[in-house]
């Protein structure tokens, strides 16, 4: 299949809440010695909403309808004619058509109600969906649960369901919602990407469970980064029918040469042979292809081919020489054939990762004005820390931050050793920080405030 093909097939890969595709078959990187990916459509979910008539008017009479999308994990239909994607701010579900399949049907694009349409405005920390092949189901995983047990461990949740699709109606089904025994510190750092194996060796069926932190420990991503980059794992899951628990059966560690700082989004694309396996990250803006031997003992085993190695997602130049990160936020991925895969992003306005650092209790009223509903996450842990948080991210659209009243700004030059720290007493745009990286939130009346600067 030629790129001209795929990308009228493929209206459907979303990166900062957009649709597109990727070409693996990439060029070398000009700002270092990765290659990088080709980026070969992209397009805001949304828009492939607005331009549905039948969606105008569903949401003309409907109140479940989202004003905003945060993607964070996508599916390809075994027959490549849809995309089924998650969100980690609502239960619904969206529903994409390719572009050939437009077409040649009467098919729209929608988003699709979950059963009890009250989940529908709650937020559901999906974080991962892969597709059962031998039933025709997709599971649904949650990042983190509070423990039944102790306050201070979360697990998670998978969810299976039924997803029915035509040209009129679509549905979906919750089979039922089990628990995965294995234990969390934090409800910010848990599973981020899922996938369903069968492995016909041992006549089982498995899920692979991504750990979004190196060595499944929130702590990594904070203390000793350096040492701790190179122990991405997944978990092997295995479903006992009679308690409705998901065990933990084994560890695969990826390989130590893979040093990202998260994982974000994983994909298995199954071949007679090998399978591949696509890993993304967040915080590095890349992907990385290894080799998948499903039925090498005792589970499976992660090797290397020409194919394999670290892919740079597309850069953007910054003062003509420096390259700077475009895709900060990616959530998901999938395989659509091999060489090409389909990334999905949850990034708004601000990203959806808010580091969050144990200073002082904070005005919980300038959090509201200033960062309501931009970001759901931010939006929970405001009602539930009220702390200090210090915000990291490599791009922000400053359209949508019109002021930020008496915060900390930190412009966090490459150039300069030190963060320049600049106290705001009265409301200040962000349109002069062109290179801000980072952002911190003080209370006025901290101590620590005052013992930082």
Same mark, same amino acid.
């Given at each position: ?9 493929l209206v459907s890969f979303l990166i900062f809440r957009f ?117 025709? /189901? ?6 983190? !649960?509070?423990? +039944?047990?102790? &306050?201070?461990?979360?697990? $998670?949740? %998978? ?39 069968n492995h016909e060796k041992s006549v089982k069926t498995y ?48 390989? /130590? ?6 994982? !974000?989004?994983? +994909?298995?694309? &199954?071949?007679?042979?090998? $399978?591949? %396996? ?104 405001r009602f539930v820390h009220f702390r200090a948080y210090h915000?990291?991210?490599?791009? %922000? ?57």
């Open positions: 299949m030629g790129d001209d093909n795929v990308i009228r097939l649709i597109g595709t990727i070409n693996i078959n990439a060029n070398e990187d000009p700002c270092n010695k990765n290659r990088t990916l080709t980026l070969l459509h992209e397009q805001e979910i949304r828009s492939l909403l607005n331009y549905s008539l039948k969606y105008n008017e569903q949401e003309t009479h409907s109140v479940d309808i989202l004003d905003r999308f945060e993607a964070s994990g996508v599916s390809m239909q075994p027959d490549g004619l849809m995309l089924f994607v998650i969100f980690d701010n609502t239960f619904q579900i969206g529903a994409f058509f390719t572009w050939s399949t437009n077409q040649t049907t009467d098919c729209t694009n929608r988003i699709i109600d979950w059963p009890n349409d009250t989940f529908n405005e709650l937020i559901s920390d999906f974080e991962g969906i892969a597709h059962n092949v031998l039933t025709d /189901t997709y599971f649904l995983a949650q990042e983190t !649960s509070s423990s +039944s047990t102790n &306050p201070d461990e979360y697990n $998670s949740n %998978i969810f299976e369901i039924k997803i029915t699709t035509n040209a009129s109606h679509s549905s979906i089904t919750l089979i039922e919602s089990c628990q995965i025994m294995w234990v969390f510190d934090s409800t910010a750092k848990g599973f981020e990407g899922i996938e369903f194996i899920l692979l469970a991504l750990c979004e932190a190196n060595r499944c420990i929130r702590e990594s991503m904070f203390k000793d980064r350096n040492t701790n980059l190179g122990h991405g794992r997944l978990v092997v899951l295995e479903k006992h029918e009679h308690s409705c628990q998901w065990q933990s059966v084994g560890v695969i560690n990826l390989k /130590t040469d893979l040093e990202f700082s998260d994982y !974000s989004a994983m +994909s298995i694309y &199954p071949r007679k042979t090998l $399978s591949y %396996i696509a890993i993304a990250s967040q915080e590095n803006s890349q992907a990385w292809i290894g080799i998948l031997e499903i039925d090498e003992s005792p589970y499976f085993l992660i090797t290397s081919s020409d194919k394999s190695g670290v892919y740079n997602l597309p850069r953007t130049i910054v003062n003509d020489s420096m390259c700077g990160k475009e895709y900060c936020n990616i959530e998901g991925v999938a395989w659509i054939d091999e060489n090409h895969l389909v990334l999905v992003s949850d990034n708004e306005s601000l990203p959806n990762e808010l580091l969050l650092y144990l200073f002082e209790f904070i005005d919980g009223f300038h959090l509201f004005n200033t960062f309501y509903k931009l970001n759901a996450r931010f939006h929970r842990l915000i990291n991210f490599c791009s %922000i659209s400053k359209y949508y931050l019109p002021s930020i009243v008496d915060p900390i700004i930190s412009d966090d030059d490459d150039e300069t050793s030190n963060l320049s720290e600049i106290l705001l007493s009265n409301n200040f745009t962000l349109d002069k920080f062109t290179c801000l990286q980072s952002l911190s939130i003080y209370s006025m009346c901290s101590t620590s405030l005052f013992n930082t600067l």
